[in-house]
């Protein structure tokens, strides 16, 4: 009686064509995983060497009961094909929320913050705090920072109210974003394509 298997040590091409789209598949949804409401805590660097973002689905990761981050700093560089903005932490990284908005207000007040851009992308820390026990600022100068980069003219600190940090983008035009998460020393990178 003859089997319908291939000898052994040599693969049939359907196997072959089964694995194969199967790693595809694999691999094509390890692309969108960073955009996920469950985005894991990285350590990974290859955000410099992975290309200009793609996504610009809302970015909600929730991470209840912890203590409150630190802003200490936001920076901002050009890429090749897009820009970082930086925000350095003190503590662990905490929840955030990185949504499209038609214009950057004021937490808190809800009052417009008068700054002009072809789109803007507000990034919310949760819960973190801009200053110290004694409510001195931890995150100097501002709000209001040019950056006059390929696609991000300048970074606004929209506010440090109860337990949020704002953070928004003035962004010459809409286009792909991507975060990652980084520590030792703790920060988030946010960059967005050109």
């Not at 003035?170 to 020393?185: D, Y």
């Amino acid at each position: 009686m003859r089997t319908s298997s291939p000898p052994r040590g040599r693969p049939s091409h359907a196997r072959v064509g089964v694995s194969l789209a199967c790693l595809a598949a694999l691999l094509a949804a390890c692309g969108t995983a960073h955009q996920s409401a469950t985005l894991p805590r990285q350590t990974s660097t290859a955000t410099g060497s992975a290309g200009a973002p793609t996504s610009t689905a809302e970015v909600d990761v929730d991470r209840p009961g912890m203590s409150p981050a630190v802003v200490t700093g936001v920076r901002h560089a050009a890429h090749d094909t897009y820009d970082r903005v930086v925000v350095d932490l003190k503590g662990d990284v905490p929840g955030y929320n990185v949504k499209w908005v038609d214009e950057l207000v004021q937490d808190g007040s809800g009052r417009p913050i008068d700054v002009r851009g072809g789109a803007y992308l507000q990034l919310t820390l949760f819960p973190a705090n801009a200053h110290d026990d004694d409510g001195k600022a931890t995150w100097s100068g501002g709000p209001v920072y040019p950056a006059k980069l390929g696609n991000l003219t300048g970074v606004v600190r929209t506010g440090d109210f109860e337990g949020r940090v704002g953070i928004g983008l003035v962004l010459s035009r809409r286009a792909g974003f991507r975060l990652t998460e980084q520590g030792s020393p703790s920060r988030l990178i946010l960059d967005v394509a050109h």
